[in-house]
């Protein structure tokens, strides 16, 4: 008897924890006069997008480090993008993930790149270092504005090398002479697999100099004074 006695005082325990668990799950009745709760969506509202500091954290390994080095296709300083204009930034990385510019490890860094990010990362390079716009500089030496009225850089690349005509255009003073010159002479190269840029302009200009001339111009507008900038970063912020 004493035995049957817990077993229902044990069934009778469950049975309240069971309705108490059921009202505590089921919707709650509205109050007289008001409309019933709205359904919850079906699916989770989209979160934040990731930051732009989380998008930049790919660039920062080389293009925030002052004086780092590409060793591969060649070997020459990354350039400075701080400063440089957010449509030419977002040019280039769109030209990298189409094909047009073949340099592997930005390549692999543009493809997955949405328009959105593209954008972000580009708006903020060119403003991470605003500083006084450049000078007036003197007259080129004779032999090298030999060469810059031979390419017409100016005509592009504007005054002092540092207005361009064209947002989509580079801002080129005091940017690093060696990758000027890879850059140029990239140009110049053609069914490479990780060589060479596609541009019908460029071409059309480069293909007039040596690899001595294109060096020389390289270090001229190098020499410049420069609105670009390499803003010493850390990965690990």
């Known amino acids: ?3 049957q006695l817990q077993i229902s005082l044990a069934l009778m325990l469950a049975g309240s924890a069971f309705v108490v668990s059921a009202q505590s799950n089921a919707p709650s009745s509205p109050a007289p006069g008001q409309a019933p709760a709205a359904n919850p969506p079906a699916t989770a509202t989209p979160g934040p997008q990731a930051p732009v500091q989380a998008k930049v954290a790919m660039c920062i390994g080389c293009h925030g480090i002052p004086g ?7 070997v020459h300083k990354v350039p400075m993008i701080a400063g440089q204009n957010a449509k030419y930034i977002a040019a280039s990385l769109a030209a990298y993930a189409k094909g047009d ?16 990010d593209i954008a972000e990362i580009s708006e903020y390079y060119a403003g991470l270092a605003p500083v006084e716009p450049v000078p007036a500089t003197v007259e080129a030496p004779a032999d090298v504005k030999k060469l810059l009225d ?16 064209d947002g989509t255009y580079p801002k080129i003073a005091g940017q690093h002479a060696d990758y000027l010159y890879v850059a140029l002479k ?10 060479g840029r596609s541009n019908a302009v460029m071409a059309g ?24 900038r390499t803003v010493p970063q850390s990965r690990f912020r």
């Not at 780092?68 to 060649?74: K, M, R, V």
């Not at 510019?101 to 959105?116: E, N, Q, S, V, Y």
């Not at 690899?211 to 190098?222: D, F, M, W």
């Open 1 to 3: 008897m004493r035995r």
């Open 68 to 74: 780092y080095q590409a060793t591969f296709p060649e």
């Open 101 to 116: 510019r073949k340099h592997p490890t930005m390549r692999g860094i543009a493809l997955p790149l949405g328009d959105k």
């Open 150 to 165: 031979k390419g017409a850089c100016a005509s592009c690349h504007g005054a002092n090398f540092s207005k361009p005509i």
């Open 186 to 195: 990239s140009y110049q190269i053609q069914g490479k697999p990780y060589h």
């Open 205 to 228: 200009q480069v293909k007039q100099f040596t690899h001595a001339e294109l060096k020389t111009l390289a270090q001229y507008l190098a020499s410049l004074p420069s609105e670009l």
